[in-house]
């Protein structure tokens, strides 16, 4: 009889502290998800209390996980880190995974959660996590603990919102669904373009009955090529796509500016436009003398100025091969033929 009251305590016992656990838990999921419809983003802002309330503190597993972009404000403005940018995916990504997961029978609702930590704010969360450089992205599974987190590479950056979704669907086996990107111009600036377009077509299509527009001007026409070549043999694009800068300042004399870096692996921006410069020069001037300078009936001046041209295209060229083996190592070598 003492045998079987003692079962009957220890089930009831067990019973109650199940229960409890399971309380406890969905309490925290609630708050988790109050929080969530109070941030525009879907970001919760985190604090190192909200980190101990919701990470330290719950037993493992908690049900739940959390996605934590580690932030710095002092550094939003250093470009090459990208924060403000990364921030933005993030919380796109966040808005996407909620809008996916709204209905509560999703097996995915209130299980992944949006988080971010600001280092003036959370120094010690920060440490917690042992992150010590930036951009920094944090998932925490249910048995993980902060040290044992799973960390975004930078790979996982490259194609912002929807390479993180990856990974989130790697990590977690959780579905996030497709990325929500808001249009490009809203329903009301789509409709003024569109009147303004309908307004605006009557008076161009007089224009280009006339041939009064500026596509009909060859100075225009004559402007741009030189543009494209310029652009084209200057790396514009390279320095637009790899953000390079136009200089750096020196590592021996912080008070002096580099221009031209020494090495094949990288070129600043004020070093493309230097050679794209010569190049225009040796350019403009082929383009003179074939199309301009034939024209001149004065054989004295043609021969004036073919010298001087050839003379300056020669210097322009000497400079660039100068500046190529300068950077690279590599030279290039004139042979006599041996015979004929």
């Known amino acids: 009889m003492a045998l079987r009251l003692f079962l009957l305590i220890a089930v009831f016992s067990l019973t109650l502290f199940s229960v409890s656990v399971r309380s406890s838990d969905s309490d925290l999921v609630s708050e988790l998800l109050a929080l969530q419809s109070h941030s525009k ?193 200057s790396g514009a694009m390279h320095n637009i796509i790899r953000k390079m800068p136009m200089f750096l300042a020196d590592r021996n004399d912080p008070n002096k500016l580099v221009f031209f870096y020494q090495g094949s692996g990288m070129q600043l921006g004020a070093e493309g436009f230097a050679i794209g410069f010569l190049y225009t020069i040796v350019g403009l001037l082929l383009a003179f003398m074939t199309r301009v300078l034939v024209k001149v009936k004065n054989v004295n001046v043609q021969r004036a100025v073919m010298i001087v041209s050839l003379f300056v295209s020669f210097w322009a060229v000497k400079k660039v091969v100068y500046l190529d083996n300068w950077k690279t190592g590599y030279g290039i070598h004139g042979f006599w033929p041996s015979s004929w």
């Open 41 to 233: 983003s879907g970001v919760i802002h985190l604090d190192d209390r909200s980190v101990s309330r919701f990470l330290t503190s719950p037993k493992t597993p908690r049900p739940y996980s959390l996605l934590v972009f580690f932030d710095a404000t002092q550094l939003h403005d250093k470009a090459e880190l990208q924060l403000k940018t990364l921030h933005a995916e993030f919380s796109l990504l966040a808005k996407s995974f909620i809008t996916n997961n709204q209905d509560p029978d999703s097996s995915s609702h209130g299980k992944l959660f949006f988080c971010d930590l600001e280092f003036k704010e959370s120094q010690s969360s920060f440490a917690l996590f042992g992150v010590n450089s930036l951009p920094h992205i944090k998932l925490i599974g249910p048995n993980q603990t902060p040290k044992q987190s799973d960390q975004m590479d930078q790979g996982d950056f490259s194609r912002l919102a929807e390479s993180m979704s990856h990974f989130v669907e790697s990590k977690t086996n959780l579905v996030v669904g497709p990325i929500h990107r808001p249009p490009f111009l809203s329903k009301k600036q789509l409709a003024l373009v569109i009147v303004g377009i309908l307004i605006w077509i009557p008076f161009a299509v007089k224009k280009i009955v006339m041939g009064e527009t500026l596509l009909h001007d060859p100075k225009l026409w004559l402007a741009g090529s030189v543009f494209v070549y310029f652009f084209s043999v």
